[in-house]
């Protein structure tokens, strides 16, 4: 079965499937600056406390930040791996590495949980009746903490329903241009970069 | 194995050796470049991810534009809020 049919408004099949890819990356940067707005106020915070922002995510455990970078990376080549699989013919290889790719996703969250329910123990989530901050910087970092890991980890929960979803597609796993397949593993890769800038704004700053 | 999946995996194991390296870094005793070691080796990944995996390096001009696109306009919205920080001590 091979790609989706030529339509309305494209006269040819490779000027749509580039318009399929250029439209993915136009969201992602869209993406991009929807986690700059975080990333900007934790440059604000670090800028006005460095002192008291390098104490507030000392808090936080650098060893599962540090796994779920890991597995999210891994993840990304599983999914760069299922591209190469769809245009190579392999489609139940590109099953598979999205199989692969998605499971890591879900080990990433399940790292997550753990984190949050440590967090949530030790007075460290906002909110909740156990919250006890030593101050108000680390009110604040770990405020922007549960928002920012909270959006990626929603990011990330839409990259697995994706990704499962493509990997179920047989239409998908059979087309040679990879399209579909393609790009499901552009949104995960930006999942992953903007983790690999999340790893040392919160993780390896609480390293003194 | 084909070419590209020998690539792909290459780029993992820079990615991982990258991840070793930041996280030892960490624990130097680098002081006020810390940050800055930390961020370059996150760009550094950044990179290899959108230069191998997210195919930036098949890509025309037009792609590769509207792929660092948002990265500008977030460079030029951390210089604003930094340029104001910074230069508070002063007044």
């Known amino acids: 079965m091979p790609e989706r049919a030529l339509h309305e408004p494209f006269h040819d099949l490779p000027r749509q499937r580039e318009a399929d890819r250029l439209g993915m990356i136009v969201f992602l940067a869209s993406e991009i600056m929807l986690f700059g707005g975080i990333f900007a106020a934790a440059l604000a915070l670090r800028l006005e406390h460095p002192t008291d922002y390098v104490h507030a995510a000392h808090h936080l455990k650098l060893s599962l930040g540090t796994a779920n970078t890991a597995a999210l990376l891994t993840s990304s080549m599983f999914a760069a791996l299922a591209v190469a699989a769809a245009r190579a013919e392999a489609p139940n290889w590109a099953g598979r590495a999205l199989w692969a790719a998605a499971g890591l996703g879900l080990i990433f969250l399940a790292v997550k949980g753990v984190e949050y329910a440590g967090e949530y123990r030790e007075g460290l989530m906002p909110g909740t009746p156990e919250a006890d901050f030593s101050s108000r910087v680390e009110q604040l970092f770990m405020n922007l903490y549960f928002v920012a890991t909270g959006i990626h980890a929603l990011h990330v929960t839409g990259g697995i329903v994706l990704m499962a979803s493509a990997a179920l597609n047989r239409r998908a796993r059979y087309d040679a241009h990879a399209v579909l397949i393609g790009n499901v593993a552009l949104y995960w890769h930006l999942v992953d970069i903007i983790w690999l800038f999340l790893y040392p704004t919160l993780y390896l700053a609480g390293v003194a | ?91």
């Open chain 2, 1 to 91: 194995m084909s070419r590209g999946v020998a690539r792909i995996l290459a780029v993992w194991a820079a990615l991982m050796m990258l991840l070793a390296l930041t996280l030892a870094a960490a624990f130097l005793p680098l002081g006020a470049a810390k940050p800055w070691v930390a961020y370059a080796i996150a760009t550094a990944k950044a990179a290899l991810v959108l230069w191998f995996f997210m195919e930036l390096r098949r890509e025309d001009g037009i792609m590769r534009l509207a792929a660092v696109a948002g990265f500008v306009w977030l460079a030029i919205l951390f210089v604003l809020t930094a340029a104001d920080y910074v230069t508070r001590v002063w007044m």
